[in-house]
């Protein structure tokens, strides 16, 4: 079983950045898991938004945050982060953390653990 707590988010102006924090509470291996970022806005579906593979030697992006977005791993603190720079309107979103055994994925299906979220708003 893996459980997720996010932290970092807060309100931040346009252009500004922000480092959003999941630390994992895992009964194996941190370092088994993939790690995925998802978001979802009022009123849309949560969507995609970066992954790293268990040894983090590879990533994924959605193509709406490369560039500006890194995610990151450290698993000797059990802990994956999500660099956000150069924030826009449209990044506004909760942030939520999911763990999967499987290869990373940008698909929802692949992870079986998720964290609560952490509220990101980018504000003119």
């Known amino acids: 079983q893996v459980q997720l707590v996010e932290s970092g988010g807060g309100l931040v102006q346009i252009g500004g950045s922000l480092r959003l924090s999941c630390v994992a509470s895992?009964?194996?291996?941190?370092?088994?898991?993939?790690m995925g970022w998802f978001r979802q806005a009022p009123g849309k579906e949560r969507e995609f938004v970066a992954a790293?593979?268990?040894?983090?030697?590879?990533?994924h992006y959605a193509d709406s945050v490369k560039g500006r977005f890194n995610i990151s791993r450290d698993n000797d603190k059990n802990t994956v982060y999500l660099q956000m720079n150069n924030l826009r309107p449209e990044d506004t979103a909760n942030y939520y953390c999911?763990?999967?055994?499987?290869?990373?994925?940008?698909?929802?299906?692949?992870?079986?653990?998720w964290g609560q979220g952490t509220q990101v708003t980018v504000s003119s």
């Open positions: 895992v009964g194996g291996t941190f370092g088994a898991y993939s």
């Open positions: 999911a763990a999967a055994l499987a290869k990373y994925s940008d698909s929802e299906t692949s992870y079986e653990a």
């Open positions: 790293i593979i268990w040894s983090g030697t590879k990533t």
